[in-house]
């Protein structure tokens, strides 16, 4: 009996030793909360008001295009859009973005039709952004698709528009922690999906778009979308020691090793609760 009893000891040791061994790696490689140097953005609050775009009609906000001419987001009215914001003093994500979205968008020309969306990047670091600087920002990245426009609003508009899609940003030391978006609204102007993530995967933007086309309803990101939202939002980071973004996978990490601890436990109890049911019958069978 106390072999019996050592064993289960040691089979419960054994279960939380393997789940601290993935917690405790993540608690120690993440960030100094006491540092209070860079708080950056809430990013739960973040992730909240992106989320609460979704169904909200865009206004008719007029906008410069890379030329100079006025141009209202309702004029893209009738097809799908794809619209992301950047600000181009950003020599790092926004770069990075933006190429993962151009990747997309080739890959969505070829599957569902050149001319079948539209797409529209707003800068919205004014007076920064100006047209002439989204000008040469598109052509130093290679940008020509036709149905691909960058758009300058005037400052005093920004925030209404940024409330629009649910955009959230602040101002950091190098430059502007935001969330990495790409809002999908439809061809009535409301606002369907928000993508998240600097590496936007064909599939995400694709699947929303051929339900649009197709005149469906886009159903609500599901709950492992949620999660998968969340952690993108979270794992990217402005680092003040470097000046730079960085992902952080502390909270995936952590995520898997509570998971695993958890899943653990469960079997160590069931196991026990069996041996418990063999030894209660094994008894019984000796006083019968």
Same mark, same amino acid.
């Given at each position: 009996?106390?072999?019996?009893?050592?064993?289960?000891?040691?089979?419960?040791?054994?279960?939380?030793?393997?789940?601290?061994?993935?917690?405790?790696?993540?608690?120690?490689? !993440? #960030?100094?909360?006491?540092?209070?140097? *860079? $708080?950056?953005? +809430?990013?739960?609050?973040?992730?909240?008001? /992106?989320? %609460?775009?979704?169904?909200?009609?865009?206004?008719?906000?007029?906008?410069?295009?890379?030329?100079?001419?006025?141009?209202?987001?309702?004029?893209?009215?009738?097809?799908?859009?794809?619209?992301?914001?950047?600000?181009?003093?950003?020599?790092?994500?926004?770069?990075?973005?933006?190429?993962?979205?151009?990747?997309?968008?080739?890959?969505?020309?070829?599957?569902?039709?050149?001319?079948?969306?539209?797409?529209?990047?707003?800068?919205?670091?004014?007076?920064?952004?100006?047209?002439?600087?989204?000008?040469?920002?598109?052509?130093?990245?290679?940008?020509?698709?036709?149905?691909?426009?960058?758009? !300058? #609003?005037?400052?005093?508009?920004?925030? *209404? $528009?940024?409330? +629009?899609?649910?955009?959230?940003?602040?101002? /950091?030391? %190098?430059?502007?922690?935001?969330?990495?978006?790409?809002?999908?609204?439809?061809?009535?102007?409301?606002?369907?999906?928000?993508?998240?993530?600097?590496?936007?995967?064909?599939?995400?933007?694709?699947?929303?778009?051929?339900?649009?086309?197709?005149?469906?309803?886009?159903?609500?990101?599901?709950?492992?979308?949620?999660?998968?939202?969340?952690?993108?939002?979270?794992?990217?980071?402005?680092?003040?020691?470097?000046?730079?973004?960085?992902?952080?996978?502390?909270?995936?990490?952590?995520?898997?090793?509570?998971?695993?601890?958890?899943?653990?436990?469960?079997?160590?109890?069931?196991?026990?609760?069996?041996?418990?049911?063999?030894?209660?019958?094994?008894?019984?069978?000796?006083?019968?």
């Amino acid at each position: 009996m106390a072999c019996l009893q050592l064993l289960r000891i040691h089979r419960l040791v054994a279960s939380c030793t393997m789940g601290l061994m993935l917690v405790l790696p993540a608690m120690a490689a !993440s #960030p100094d909360t006491t540092d209070t140097t *860079d $708080l950056g953005l +809430d990013r739960e609050a973040a992730l909240r008001t /992106s989320q %609460a775009a979704i169904g909200r009609k865009v206004g008719e906000h007029i906008l410069l295009n890379r030329e100079g001419v006025p141009t209202s987001l309702a004029s893209y009215r009738g097809k799908p859009l794809l619209v992301s914001f950047i600000y181009t003093g950003c020599f790092q994500v926004c770069p990075t973005t933006t190429r993962s979205l151009q990747e997309a968008v080739e890959g969505l020309q070829k599957s569902v039709g050149p001319n079948q969306f539209n797409v529209v990047s707003i800068g919205f670091n004014q007076p920064a952004d100006s047209p002439q600087a989204l000008k040469a920002f598109a052509t130093q990245y290679g940008i020509r698709q036709p149905n691909w426009e960058f758009l !300058s #609003p005037p400052a005093a508009i920004v925030p *209404d $528009l940024a409330r +629009d899609f649910g955009f959230v940003y602040q101002s /950091s030391p %190098a430059g502007f922690d935001h969330v990495l978006q790409v809002s999908i609204v439809d061809a009535d102007g409301r606002i369907v999906r928000q993508v998240y993530g600097e590496g936007v995967a064909p599939a995400e933007l694709g699947e929303p778009l051929k339900m649009l086309l197709a005149g469906q309803p886009v159903q609500s990101n599901e709950l492992i979308g949620h999660l998968v939202d969340r952690v993108r939002i979270l794992c990217t980071v402005f680092d003040p020691k470097t000046g730079a973004y960085k992902v952080d996978y502390t909270l995936p990490i952590q995520i898997a090793g509570g998971v695993t601890f958890f899943v653990l436990m469960m079997i160590f109890f069931v196991n026990e609760w069996r041996s418990s049911r063999k030894l209660a019958r094994s008894k019984g069978m000796r006083n019968a």
